[in-house]
T-cell receptor, first 115, second 112 residues
Framework: EAQVTQNPRYLITVTGKKLTVTCSQNMNHEYMSWYRQDPGLGLRQIYYSMNVEVTDKGDVPEGYKVSRKEKRNFPLILESPSPNQTSLYFC??????????????FGEGSRLTVL | GESVGLHLPTLSVQEGDNSIINCAYSNSASDYFIWYKQESGKGPQFIIDIRSNMDKRQGQRVTVLLNKTVKHLSLQIAATQPGDSAVYFCAERPYQGGKLIFGQGTELSVKP
């Protein structure tokens, strides 16, 4: 089954404790992206990647890091989480080849709480 | 600045009625628009898209209308069902190759 898998789905952590949210897709997509979703603010892009070893900042990259060492994986790293990073996070992917459709394939989300 | 917004944050309809969800966009150069559905506890799901050179596109029970004169996008759902209850987002691509900009969403509630 074609899917984007995120882990963990739920996490409660404390300020300053490094954490990683993993994202993996099995559709051989070139493009992967991380979003955070907050009430009243909608989906905001954190980082994106057009291919292996190619990453770029989105609209709200502060406090986050990403890496793209393999095509299927795009982990989101919070080196020193703070309470303002409490949010619902989504990973998404889509192909870059072929006709553009804009259809992003989203994971189920990771709800992160930073105390 | 550029933004995609929704006129109504919530919409309640009776089962079997038609639903219309509206979206305003501010970038007249946007060339591509998409509607997503997000059910509770899940990630957004693609519903339908439309290019700026079209006025209307139909899918299964859904129709998207684009009015470039007033920069307005709408999603019509025919014979709304309880399974249609979700938050609906519109998104626009401000230029070719650009990233999608999402609106804040409208919550659709279907009453049995």
């Amino acid at each position: 089954e074609a899917q984007v898998t995120q882990n963990p789905r739920y996490l409660i952590t404390v300020t300053g404790k490094k954490l990683t949210v993993t994202c993996s897709q099995n559709m051989n997509h070139e493009y992967m992206s991380w979003y955070r979703q907050d009430p009243g603010l909608g989906l905001r892009q954190i980082y994106y990647s057009m291919n292996v070893e190619v990453t770029d900042k989105g609209d709200v990259p502060e406090g986050y890091k990403v890496s793209r060492k393999e095509k299927r994986n795009f982990p989101l790293i919070l080196e020193s989480p703070s309470p303002n990073q409490t949010s619902l996070y989504f990973c998404a992917s889509r192909p870059l080849r072929g006709t553009f459709t804009g259809e992003l394939f989203f994971g189920e989300g990771s709800r992160l709480t930073v105390l | 600045g550029e933004s995609v917004g929704l006129h109504l944050p919530t919409l309640s309809v009776q089962e079997g009625d038609n639903s219309i969800i509206n979206c305003a966009y501010s970038n007249s150069a946007s060339d591509y628009f998409i509607w997503y559905k997000q059910e509770s506890g899940k990630g957004p799901q693609f519903i339908i898209d439309i290019r700026s050179n079209m006025d209307k596109r139909q899918g299964q029970r859904v129709t998207v209308l684009l009015n470039k004169t007033v920069k307005h996008l709408s999603l019509q759902i025919a014979a709304t069902q309880p399974g249609d209850s979700a938050v609906y987002f519109c998104a626009e691509r401000p230029y070719q190759g650009g990233k999608l900009i999402f609106g804040q969403g409208t919550e659709l509630s279907v009453k049995p």
